[in-house]
C-alpha cells in the first residue's frame, strides 16, 4: 500500500490515554509527518502516553488547550473520535479549507481493493465485531481487526493489508461522523441496535445521534450489504441489498456460551455475515460455541464461596444493565448490584422498575446520574434499606456487595451511567473491578 504522509504538516487533535491516539501519531511520525498533537489534558495526565512517543523528534505538543493556529497553514487535521459537533477549532480548519479526517475513516479512504466490514449499534457492535473476527480467522483467511477497539488505531493497518484481506470494523457514531464527511460506507454494514446514548454529546438530539449512525449504509452501493435486526430495519432506508435476522438464524442445537437472547441475535449478525464471505457452516459453528465474550460485558471474574462476580462495565446505558439482568434471569432477587455514576442525559424510569424486579441490593457510585436514579426509584417504591448510594470508589462497592450478598447471589457491576469523576474510564472502573474481586 503506497503511503504519503513524509513531510505533510499534519495537526492530531486528542491523543488521549487508551492508545488510539498514540498509534496514529506513532504512524505519522514514522512516515515523516510533521506532525503537531493538541489535547486538552495536560501533560501529566498524558504521562504514560507521551513517554511511549518519546523517541520522536518531529512531534510538536500544545497540551491543556487548543490554539487556532494549529488549525491553519495545516495539510491535513485529524480529530479524534468525541470531538464537539460544535469545535470552533474543527470550524476554523474548514474555514481555511484544510482537510478534516479521522483514523478510521481515513484508512477506508486510502486502502484499496479489500473487503470492508463495519459494525455498528448502541449495543451489541463489540460482540458481533469480535465473533465475526474470530469466524474469518478460523477458516485462515487474512482478516484484521480495526475502529473502536482498545488501543488500536486503523491507519497503521495501511503498512499491513494486501488486495483481497478483510477488514472487520467497530464503529461508534463518533467515528462515523468521519465515514460521513468522506462519504463513504462498508462493502458489507452490520446495524446491531439503537438506543438512547450520549445524548449529552448530542443534547438530548436522537435524529442527530441515529444520522451518525446512518453514514454505515448511507453512501453504499446497490451491490453492498446491510445485515440489521428487525428493530433497526423500521428506522432505515437504504439502496444496498438487505437481510434482516431474527432469533431463529442460529440453530438452538448449538452449545452456545453467551447469556442472553440479544447474544443470539448478536450470534446470529456474525453467521449471516460469515456465510456471505462463504465460510464454510462447520467453520462457523465451531466458533460460535467455543466463543465465551469479551472482557467487561457480562464477564464471570469469580466464583467465590457460591457467589458469582461479574463485570459489565461497557454497560453505561440503563438498556444494558436491563439487558444484564434480564440475561440473568434465573437470579431473579438475588442480585447485588453495582451502578450508578456520571450522567449521560439518560432515562432511568424502565430501569427503576427492573431493578425493583431483579435487585435485592444497589450499590451507586456517587455523581449526577445516581441522583436521577434515587429519584426513579423512590416512584418505584423501591426501600431505601436496600440503597448504598454516593459511594466514592471501588474498593468500596466491593467490600458492601461483599457484605450484603450470600452463597447462590451474583454481585454484578454493571452501571448504566459514564465513569467519569470518579474512574478514568470505563475500563478502568472494570479492571479495578476485577482486580479488587480477584483478591476476595
Known amino acids: 500500500m503506497e503511503i504519503n504522509f513524509k513531510n505533510k504538516k499534519i495537526t492530531l487533535m486528542g491523543l488521549g490515554i487508551l492508545g488510539r491516539g498514540v498509534n496514529v501519531a506513532k504512524f505519522l511520525a514514522e512516515q515523516g509527518a ?48 468525541g470531538v464537539p459537533l460544535d469545535s470552533p477549532y474543527i470550524t476554523e480548519a474548514r474555514k481555511n479549507k ?8 481515513l484508512f477506508a479512504k486510502l486502502a484499496k481493493d479489500i473487503i470492508f466490514v463495519g459494525v455498528t449499534g448502541t ?45 472487520v470494523m467497530e464503529l461508534d457514531s463518533w467515528q462515523l461522523q468521519g465515514f460521513g464527511d468522506a462519504k463513504i460506507s462498508p462493502h458489507i454494514a452490520i446495524f446491531t441496535t439503537f438506543l438512547p446514548d ?9 435524529k442527530r445521534y441515529f444520522s451518525d449512525k446512518a453514514n454505515i449504509y448511507r453512501f453504499q452501493k446497490k451491490n453492498d450489504w446491510l445485515i440489521m435486526r428487525s428493530a433497526v430495519a423500521k428506522l432505515i432506508k437504504a439502496k444496498s441489498r438487505r437481510i434482516v435476522i431474527n432469533k431463529k438464524g442460529t440453530p438452538s442445537s448449538w452449545q452456545i456460551k453467551l447469556l ?37 460485558r457480562l464477564e464471570l471474574v469469580k ?4 457467589i458469582r462476580y461479574y463485570n459489565d462495565t461497557t454497560a453505561t446505558t440503563p438498556d444494558a444493565v436491563i439487558n444484564a439482568l434480564e440475561s440473568l434471569n434465573n437470579y431473579k432477587g438475588k442480585i447485588v448490584l453495582i451502578g450508578g455514576g456520571a450522567d449521560k442525559n439518560l432515562d432511568y424510569s424502565l430501569y427503576a422498575k427492573k431493578v425493583k424486579k431483579y435487585v435485592k441490593m444497589l450499590i451507586l457510585f456517587k455523581g449526577l446520574a445516581t441522583e ?44 448504566g451511567a459514564a465513569s467519569f469523576g470518579i474512574f478514568k474510564n470505563e475500563f478502568d472502573r472494570g479492571d479495578q473491578f476485577c482486580k479488587i474481586a480477584r483478591k476476595i
Not at 523528534?57 to 491535513?76: E, P, Q, S, T
Not at 484544510?98 to 483514523?103: F, L
Request: charged letters at 30%.
Open 34 to 81: 510533521k506532525l503537531t498533537i493538541t489535547d486538552l489534558k495536560t501533560k501529566k495526565e498524558l504521562t504514560l502516553s507521551l513517554k511511549k512517543l518519546k523517541r520522536f523528534r518531529n512531534i510538536k505538543y500544545v497540551l491543556g488547550k487548543h490554539n487556532f493556529n494549529d488549525f491553519k497553514n495545516k495539510d491535513l487535521i485529524i480529530k479524534a473520535a
Open 198 to 206: 450520549h445524548l449529552n454529546y448530542y443534547k438530548g438530539d436522537m
Open 372 to 415: 436521577k436514579i434515587l429519584k426513579k426509584l423512590a416512584a418505584v417504591n423501591y426501600e431505601s434499606r436496600k440503597i448504598a448510594a454516593n459511594v466514592t470508589s471501588m474498593k468500596m462497592a466491593v467490600e458492601l456487595a461483599k457484605n450484603f450478598a450470600r452463597k447462590g447471589d451474583i454481585v454484578l457491576l454493571s452501571p
Open 123 to 167: 449495543r451489541g457492535k463489540s460482540t458481533v465485531t469480535h465473533l465475526l473476527f474470530e469466524i474469518i480467522k478460523n477458516s485462515k483467511r487474512r482478516v484484521f481487526l480495526g475502529g473502536n477497539i482498545k488501543g488500536m488505531a486503523t491507519l497503521p493497518l495501511l503498512k499491513k493489508i494486501r488486495p483481497g484481506d478483510i477488514v
Open 260 to 296: 442472553g437472547k440479544n447474544n443470539i441475535e448478536n450470534i446470529t449478525l456474525a453467521v449471516k455475515v460469515a456465510e456471505k464471505l462463504g465460510i464454510k457452516k462447520d467453520i462457523i459453528k465451531k466458533t460460535v460455541e467455543n466463543f465465551t465474550g469479551l472482557r467487561g
Open 303 to 306: 466464583i467465590i464461596n457460591g
Open 98 to 105: 484544510i482537510p478534516v479526517e479521522m483514523d478510521a475513516s
